[in-house]
């Protein structure tokens, strides 16, 4: 089993910069990758980025390119989203995720594990 819980979240406003953080604890050493995963009211849950436990390679959603960058530390197993010019349309819950088997980075099914989310709510 691996928990993972979510930290960083809040009331920004728009064009604010804000780092997510979520720490992995557990069978840790299982991990393939972590993602962050957002999902807004009435909306499907949508990937935002992720990167792999092992050579630290990175993916992200076309929509936050440019704007979000993920990185971890494996030595305290955390994995950090810091996201940067947030827009209204970044109002969402995020959640952090774990995979255990390599493959597809952005397919919300793929994962194994998830945290309880973190609200950020973008003013205008």
């Known amino acids: 089993q691996v928990q993972l819980v979510e930290s960083g979240g809040g009331l920004v406003q728009a064009g604010d910069s804000l780092r997510l953080s979520c720490a992995a604890s557990?069978?840790?050493?299982?991990?393939?990758?972590m993602g962050w995963f957002r999902q807004a009211p009435g909306k499907e849950r949508e990937f935002v980025a992720a990167i792999r436990w092992s050579g630290g390679s990175t993916y992200y959603a076309d929509s936050v390119k440019g704007r979000v960058t993920i990185s971890r530390d494996n030595a305290k197993n955390t994995v950090d989203l810091e996201m940067n010019s947030l827009k209204r349309e970044d109002t969402a819950i995020y959640y952090c995720?774990?995979?255990?088997?390599?493959?597809?980075?952005?397919?919300?099914?793929?994962?194994?594990?998830w945290g309880q989310g973190t609200q950020v709510t973008v003013s205008s």
């Open positions: 995720a774990a995979k255990l088997a390599s493959g597809s980075y952005s397919e919300a099914l793929d994962y194994d594990y």
């Open positions: 557990g069978r840790t050493f299982s991990i393939s990758a």
